[in-house]
């Protein structure tokens, strides 16, 4: 630096006052070069500081090299040198920087594994599936295994194979969700669906509750949905009788709906039993006095069931003659409304978490 200022000196005098700015400069050079030298970057942000006050549209170096209007012409080159050196480098050292700091391991990456954790807001059984779960540990009790079944089905596992004619009107369209048709493929109407394949198999005797999902075209109100779930039973053996439905039965009511409850039993009627009841336990909001619940009659139809139909039998190549046994089905929901006293079937499938987080004390 001294050496290109005295060479200048003895050559021209008359740029003396200028030479004074020079030296400034210089010396500003070599300082901004030393400061540059120790920067350190620790970040992505510190680079970015890093090229805004030295390489930036207003930064150091673009006003260093503004200075060169001020040099005359021919020294421009001279100097000209030195600014362009300082110029470099500042962008290997801007280069550097950005290695440096794409090397070095981020927070993110190396979190602080002495902070306690995230909260973790405990979930719930849906109450579908706590009513579900607790009717099927009572059949387990009695020696029921589990069974599923696929929810699209044939037009023979769903109505032909249960003793269900062409024309009833189960099979109707108001009824039936219908997939295709000719050949029909249906969303299941019931789970005896799995009662079927499971007679299919040959494998006797039979003692299965089958839970699921099925599909019915109705009218969706606060009672009523498109959807629900069931829970179906089968006990296929010798000398099966309907002594052995009713006992069944008369265990499950009082382990779901207490020791007090009573029960009975009203003729009905279903394709593919014979013969078939409707089975009502007195309504244990009102204890049997009436109520809205009950319509005022004091009893809740709760299942179906009957003595499977010889028909149904024959079509699953079981012998009648040698073979019995009784079915039963109950939807889910129902009681399950009743349990924890929801007033509206729709609430089960909107999943608002204001009403799933009611539930979270019953797991």
């Known amino acids: ?3 290109f200022r005295s060479g200048l000196q003895r050559r021209w005098p008359a740029l003396l006052p200028y030479l004074c700015r020079m030296e400034q ?4 050079i070599e300082s901004y070069r030393k400061e540059m030298e120790d920067y350190q970057a620790t970040d992505q ?7 805004i006050k030295y390489l930036g549209t207003k930064g150091i170096v673009k006003t260093i090299m503004g200075e060169m209007r001020n040099v005359p012409a021919d020294k421009k080159k001279e100097l000209g040198l030195i600014v362009n050196d300082f110029k470099l480098f500042a962008e290997n050292k801007y280069e550097s920087l950005k290695a440096t700091s794409n090397e070095q391991p981020t927070s993110i990456n190396h979190p602080d594994l002495s902070l306690p954790g995230d909260l973790l807001t405990p979930g719930s059984r849906h109450p579908v599936t706590l009513m579900k779960n607790r009717i099927v540990s009572i059949f ?3 020696g029921f295994a589990v069974a599923e079944g696929p929810e699209i089905e044939d037009d023979w596992h769903n109505f032909g194979a249960l003793n269900l004619p062409e024309h009833h009107p189960a099979r109707d369209m108001q009824d039936t969700f219908y997939v295709q048709q000719n050949p029909d493929w249906v969303l299941r109407t019931h789970t005896s669906n799995v009662q079927i394949r499971e007679m299919e198999k040959g494998k006797l005797p039979i003692r299965l509750v089958m839970p699921g999902r ?11 949905h498109c959807f629900f779930h069931q829970v179906e039973g089968l006990y296929i053996d010798e000398n099966v009788s309907f002594a052995d439905l009713k006992q069944t039965l008369y265990f499950f009511v009082k382990e779901m709906y207490g020791k007090d409850v009573k029960v009975r039993f009203r003729p009905s009627y279903f394709p593919f039993t014979e013969p078939s009841a409707e089975m009502d336990v007195s309504c244990f909001i009102c204890g049997g006095v009436g109520c809205n619940i009950c319509k005022k009659t004091g009893w809740v139809e709760i299942l179906g069931c009957g003595m499977v139909h010889p028909n ?20 889910v929901e129902r009681p399950a409304m009743l349990k924890y006293g929801i007033n509206d079937i729709r609430l089960f499938s909107e999943n608002d978490v204001r009403f799933l987080k009611q539930f979270t004390g019953a797991i």
């Open 1 to 3: 630096m001294h050496d």
């Open 25 to 28: 400069l210089l010396q500003q």
């Open 45 to 51: 942000a510190a680079v970015e500081n890093f090229r």
């Open 140 to 142: 387990r009790r009695l």
């Open 214 to 224: 099925v599909y019915r075209n109705e009218t969706i109100s606060a009672r009523s």
């Open 312 to 331: 149904v039998l024959e079509n699953c190549n079981i012998d009648p003659n040698k073979y019995t046994g009784f079915a039963f089905g109950m939807g």
